[in-house]
């Protein structure tokens, strides 16, 4: 979508300049300001004679109206912060108000880059599935006992995080012994879920001593995480006769039912070809419904890669990818950083991340930087 121009020399709001380094170019800006005279066109319209308006009509403007104030609200709010901006600049130069005036330009500024955020997002389209749950699958990559242990390590992260925002977590499939992890599955479940995960996708490294280290030499390992939109009937529906399934007995360490019952459940996606595997379950049953869960999951995130790809293919995505083989995130140890290598951002804070109270931070780096790449597109 082309952005429509006000008028051909692009210029910035007055007071704009004083916000520092902006995300708003004066594209956008002109972006906002035809916007904001369509709203303004739009109200009049409806506000007038609209006896001659038929009903589809009626409804069409009305949707305009509603989606246009949704960018034009915050940005009659940025304009107000923007003149709030000015008058503290002019207090600054006042000794007597000098201090007060530059606590509140400090506060300003941070409401001024939120509010910038706020109005990047109303701009861009909306993705139904940033709304809904996540599958979240782990795997360890290089590095043997230590990637293993890693594996574990990020699954605990995720669901700290993910009690920490209030949603459910809940482990679908896992092939671990004891803290070595193999392979873990995980449904997160509330909302909003894959709209904050999404960017977690690709192969985390970590650098550190391996407890059975005697030398103190530092290992790099890796583990893969893969996070899936949540599908439901409604977003992939898949026909019986498109699935073979498939019963084995479960493999283990031992047990009453692994190697007794043919509990474990191996479902195919004939036409796509895509295979998963549950024996997490002591039931046939209940193994089906995971396998299920997660192949649903897989198609979907398939269909919206495929899409996502048919509508960029001329663009090199700097985020978001999915690509699992695209390393995303290095976490030393020894250095307690963390830094995601996509947006070159380090926090160097491990142990909060680890417990999942740090990660928001990386999540709202990417998620600004995100925006305004599929911004980019659009101009």
């Known amino acids: 979508m082309a952005i429509n121009r006000v008028s051909e020399e692009s210029k910035l709001p007055p007071g704009s300049e004083l916000a520092g380094k902006s995300n708003l170019t004066p594209q ?34 009305s949707k305009e109206l509603s989606d246009a104030s949704n ?19 002019q207090m600054l130069n006042t000794p007597s108000l000098r201090s007060m005036a530059q606590e509140e330009r400090e506060v300003l500024l941070g409401s001024i880059a939120a509010t910038e955020q706020e109005i990047i997002s109303a ?27 890693f594996c574990g390590d990020l699954l605990q992260m995720y669901e700290k995080y993910a009690l920490l925002r209030g949603w459910k977590f809940s ?7 004891g803290e070595r992890v193999r392979e873990a599955i995980a449904q997160v479940s509330g909302r909003g879920v894959f709209g904050k ?11 550190r001593v391996p407890a059975t280290e005697t030398q103190g030499r530092i290992h790099t390992s890796t583990a893969t995480v893969a996070v899936l939109p949540q599908a439901t009937h409604v977003h992939v529906d898949i026909k019986e006769s498109d699935l073979r399934i498939d019963v084995f007995r479960a493999s283990g360490k031992g047990g009453q039912h692994v190697n007794t019952t043919d509990s474990a459940v191996r479902v195919t996606h004939l036409p796509s070809g895509v295979v998963v595997e549950n024996q997490q379950e002591r039931s046939q049953i ?15 995130e398939r269909e919206r890669q495929r899409l996502a790809n048919e ?15 695209e390393k995303c995130r290095t976490y030393n140890y020894a250095q307690n950083r963390v830094t995601d290598h996509r947006i070159n951002f380090s926090l160097y804070d491990i142990e909060g991340f680890m417990n999942g109270t740090a990660l928001q931070l990386v999540i709202d780096q990417l998620r600004i930087q995100h925006d305004l790449d599929e911004l980019a597109s659009m101009e």
């Open 123 to 149: 701009l861009l389209p909306k993705d139904s599935a940033e709304q809904a749950g996540a599958i979240l699958e782990i795997r360890a990559g290089t590095g043997g006992d230590e990637a293993s242990l």
């Open 311 to 325: 509508r960029r293919a001329s663009r090199n995505k700097l985020i978001g990818s999915g690509d699992r083989s």
């Open 28 to 61: 956008i800006h002109n972006k906002l300001q035809f916007l904001q005279k369509k709203y303004t066109d739009l109200a009049q319209q409806l506000s007038g004679d609209i006896s001659q308006l038929d009903r589809q009509e009626m409804a069409r403007l």
């Open 197 to 207: 995960l999404m960017f977690e996708s690709g192969v985390h490294r970590v650098q």
């Open 171 to 177: 482990t679908v499939s896992m092939i671990n012994d």
């Open 71 to 89: 960018v034009v609200e915050p940005y009659k709010r940025l304009l107000e912060q923007y003149s709030e901006l000015i008058e503290l600049q």
């Open 286 to 300: 209940q193994n089906k419904e995971k396998a299920l869960l997660i192949l649903r999951a897989r198609l979907y």
